[in-house]
């Protein structure tokens, strides 16, 4: 299967949105990155997803019922900064890389050096300051949604599981009414690199003290953007800017 710039729209139903199984593979790598990190984060603080905006915005909303105002805060300040690393991304793929895709994982690489530095660095003396890490994680996903798009139009998340299981559900549907075969496949690879991810970071901050899981978190993402520079190709670029 490989991608035809002169007949986009005759690819192999099994690469859904992908132009062909390279980018396909692109985007399973970059999910795993995704589930790594939304791993160390949960993982970092027993319980605090920077992967699920969904249930971030339902939290920073009902914890001020239970009387826990703090915590919605921080389910406010995760929404918040994950949208900030989605608009830093997005401006700067606009105005500074606009032929170089993987600029947005090496964002997803500084955040995750970040917040190594910062648990390094900073004492914990509170619940503010034990965020920073998780909310430096929470931009660097921000921004790492933002790479597989189309004229600055996210057609792949990479965390947003959610989504993916019902395109998975939807592509089962129709492979199984003759209506279009193989169209489940693409979300199935990248939902199956998300898990594999996490299993990566999950293995990482089981197997390691927390300083050091994070700087393996950010090595890992530091692999992942040079693959993400491997596998991308000039003519996905041009594609996806003009």
Same mark, same amino acid.
């Given at each position: ?12 139903? %099994? +690469? ?7 980018e396909? $593979?692109? *985007? =399973?790598? !970059? /999910?795993? @990155?995704?589930?790594?990190?939304g ?35 921080? %389910? +406010? ?8 690393? $989605?608009? *830093? =991304?997005? !401006? /700067?793929? @606009? ?41 430096? +994680? ?35 549907a ?5 209506v ?6 693409p979300?199935l ?54």
């Amino acid at each position: 299967m490989t991608w035809n710039a002169t007949d986009l729209n005759d690819k192999h139903p %099994a +690469l859904g949105p992908f132009y062909d199984v390279r980018e396909m $593979v692109l *985007a =399973a790598t !970059l /999910a795993a @990155l995704a589930g790594a990190t939304g791993a160390a984060a949960w993982l970092y603080t027993s319980g605090w997803y920077v992967t699920f905006m969904t249930g971030n915005s339902e939290r920073l909303v009902l914890e001020h019922f239970k009387g826990q105002h703090v915590m919605a805060l921080s %389910a +406010l300040a995760t929404v918040a900064v994950f949208t900030a690393g $989605v608009i *830093a =991304a997005s !401006l /700067a793929r @606009l105005r500074l890389w606009r032929k170089a895709r993987h600029g947005a994982t090496l964002m997803t690489m500084g955040a995750a050096i970040l917040a190594w530095l910062c648990d390094v660095i900073l004492v914990d003396e509170g619940h503010a300051i034990g965020a920073i890490p998780v909310l430096c +994680l929470a931009f660097g996903l921000g921004a790492l949604n933002t790479s597989i798009s189309r004229r600055g139009e996210v057609v792949m998340p990479l965390s947003y599981m959610t989504g993916t299981l019902v395109k998975i559900g939807q592509g089962v549907a129709m492979h199984a009414a003759k209506v279009k075969r193989w169209a489940w496949l693409p979300h199935l690879t990248t939902y199956a690199g998300f898990l594999l991810g996490a299993g990566i970071g999950g293995t990482i901050f089981t197997a390691l003290d927390t300083h050091s899981s994070l700087l393996a978190l950010a090595g890992f993402a530091s692999l992942v953007a040079v693959g993400t520079w491997k596998l991308d190709h000039p003519r996905f670029i041009t594609q996806d800017v003009h």
